[in-house]
């Protein structure tokens, strides 16, 4: 069965950091990876798409970046944290039509 | 893109309740997921019902695609069932959108 997996689950960084966010999906080949962003207020951003190695789309212009190193990993970068960038993270792999979470980090930028 | 409305917003019920959560979309899609997040975030997988009626215990779903809605039905509602419930279509490429989801509490 597949699996997603993030990490870490929280972390607290102070502004001008950088920022390295890692998912790894399990027992599939060559899956659709996202990474998007909750903020409070519940609504779900999706930040970058990927349908393939070295294949990185963003939707929103911003202070993140997103690369995908191998087919099953998705990297999610910044150089320089903003406070803004505080929010909850999650990595998500699809496989033709449905869509599966993992567990999320939690961002703090203090 | 594909707009997606989800009503209503927040729902309070009593332990025992029934609800109807409604989903509904501005164009044809070839996909339709129902998600619950969980009060510690994580996003679990309901229903993948782009057309029809599915259930699942307590659960079900009806899309009926042609009129552009979904609906998720609980029934005899449990406190674990609380948190918030999303909707995503997909209507041909690779991106899903998700609507603002319906907030629920089920006080015992």
């Known amino acids: 069965s597949q699996t997603i997996h993030q990490w870490p689950a929280t972390l607290v960084q102070p502004v001008g950091s950088p920022l390295s966010l890692e998912c790894t999906v399990e027992?599939?080949?060559?899956?659709?990876l996202y990474w998007y962003r909750q903020a409070a207020g519940r609504g779900l951003q999706l930040l970058f798409y990927s349908v393939g190695i070295g294949q990185i789309s963003s939707e929103v212009p911003q202070n993140l970046s997103a690369s995908r190193p191998q087919d099953r990993q998705f990297i999610l970068s910044s150089k320089k944290l903003l406070l803004s960038d505080s929010g909850f993270y999650l990595c998500?792999?699809?496989?033709?039509?449905?869509?599966?979470f993992g567990p999320g980090t939690r961002l703090t930028v203090t | 893109g594909i707009q997606v409305e989800q009503s209503p917003p927040d729902l309070i019920l009593q332990e025992g309740a029934n609800s109807t959560l409604r989903c509904n979309f501005s164009d044809s899609v070839n996909n339709l997921q129902w998600f619950h997040q969980n009060p510690w975030g994580q996003l679990i997988n309901l229903f993948y019902i782009p057309s029809g009626t599915k259930q699942n215990g307590r659960l079900s779903a009806t899309t009926v695609a042609t009129e552009r809605y979904s609906l998720l039905y609980i029934s005899s509602s449990q406190t674990t069932d609380s948190g918030v419930y999303f909707c995503a279509v997909e209507g041909g490429s690779y991106i899903p959108t998700f609507g603002r989801g319906t907030s629920l509490i089920v006080h015992p």
């Open positions: 998500a792999w699809s496989y033709r039509y449905e869509q599966y």
């Open positions: 027992g599939t080949s060559n899956p659709n």
